[in-house]
T-cell receptor
């Protein structure tokens, strides 16, 4: 299985809602990533988990809360988002310190009303 | 922080033509990666380069890791309609604090006319 899956594919939420994005991989990778991508722009790194511990937080606002419950799962909890947070949210995985690049999921298209 | 300059920003070519795009950086990387992203999908890794001067092919794709470790190019030969998409270069500096962290270029949007 060389796939990273993400659910949901699309999400529309209001500014007062609480929702979660989910990501799963079964490649045995021990590094998992959240990226935010705006249209026609490159992915922007948000968080990195290495061996289920948060290793990088790129100064992301606290309305985004990541969680890595085990080595296969990565969640991103969303609360009190702003319309400018609307974007494609990508999950990726790799082996920690690997030079072989990352496997990306298809993303969740988030719209904040 | 590190910045990558990727060019051209966009290309409109005829099917069958060859394509070349490149990335330059203000600092060195240990690894250069090239990804392609189709609409509505995540980026997919095309080629990874690990050594300065390395030239690597993957089918019609050829990429090189610059001697100075500050640049890389990607060539696509005999383009076909399914080559349409956004191509991103990415540089990696490996180390304890980096955990495979990549710096992405701004992307090259390729359009292929049949």
């Amino acid at each position: 299985d060389t796939e990273v899956t993400q659910t949901p594919k699309h999400l529309v939420m209001g500014m007062t809602n609480k929702k979660s994005l989910k990501c799963e991989q079964h490649m045995g990778h021990r590094a998992m990533y959240w990226y935010k991508q705006k249209a026609k722009k490159p992915p922007e790194l948000m968080f990195v988990y290495s061996y289920e511990k948060l290793s990088i937080n790129e100064s992301v606002p606290s309305r985004f809360s990541p969680e890595c419950p085990n080595s296969s799962l990565l969640n991103l909890h969303l609360h009190a988002l702003q319309p400018e947070d609307s974007a494609l949210y990508l999950c990726a995985s790799s082996q920690p310190g690997s030079a072989n690049g990352q496997f990306f999921g298809p993303g969740t298209r988030l719209t904040v009303l | 922080g590190q910045q990558l300059n990727q060019s051209p920003q966009s290309m409109f070519i005829q099917e069958g033509e060859d394509v070349s795009m490149n990335c330059t950086s203000s600092s060195i990387f240990n690894t250069w990666l090239w990804y392609k992203q189709d609409p509505g999908e995540g980026p997919v890794l095309l080629i990874a380069l690990y050594k300065a001067g390395e030239l690597t092919s993957n089918g019609r794709l050829t990429a090189q890791f610059g001697i100075t470790r500050k640049d890389s190019f990607l060539n696509i030969s005999a383009s076909i309609p399914s080559d349409v998409g956004i191509y991103f270069c990415a540089g990696q500096l490996l180390g304890n604090t980096n955990a495979g962290k990549s710096t992405f270029g701004d992307g090259t949007t390729l359009t292929v006319k049949p």
